[in-house]
């Protein structure tokens, strides 16, 4: 709250430079906050981490996504100006930027709604085996990873070899 404060001032004393500044600042170092606070908390007292696959995928192709769509303003902003220094390029790139930043909140939205679904059908497939196997019932196999799946086939593939 205090940097946006700050932020607001500063830009009122017309120097817009050191507000993108700040900010980037701000993101990175709160990102990597956040990123070490996450790692220290999420790994306190275990011995084992259990991931989901499909999701470290998803995750990682949003990141690769993210890096071009970062660029792409960018780059052109690096090529064009050299080579037409008028006010049109100015503006063009202003509208790349922001057609960018609405892809990339397209983008985080369809994560968004991906997970949440793909949370809820795990969640709702994981609580109906179990259920089955508590009547002792053979129930069909969850899609979601846990480590219990993963010791367990494991350990039939080293009896099978």
Known sequence: MAALVLAIFVLLAGHADV????ITG???GNGLLGF????AVGTWGKRELAFKPERV?????MLVLVVIALLVPALFNYTERGVFASADVASQN????LCVAIVLIVIYGA???CTLVTTATCSRRTSRTRHARRRGRSAARSRCWSPRRSSSSRSSASHSS
Request: charged share 15%; net charge positive.
């Open 19 to 22: 507000v993108k500044a700040q």
């Open 36 to 39: 070490g606070l996450a790692i």
């Open 57 to 61: 995928s998803l995750l990682s192709s």
């Open 94 to 97: 202003e509208k790349l930027s």
């Open 26 to 28: 701000s993101i990175i």
């Open 111 to 113: 994560n968004l709604v």
